[in-house]
């Protein structure tokens, strides 16, 4: 598996969820 992959998934998925939080 390609780990640079997993994390900036998850980053986006991190960062898509402080978004709906912050609206």
């Not at 390609?2 to 609206?23: C, D, H, M, P």
């Amino acid at each position: 598996m390609n780990t640079e992959l997993k994390v900036s998934f998850y980053l986006k998925r991190e960062q898509s969820k402080e978004r709906i939080t912050a609206n």
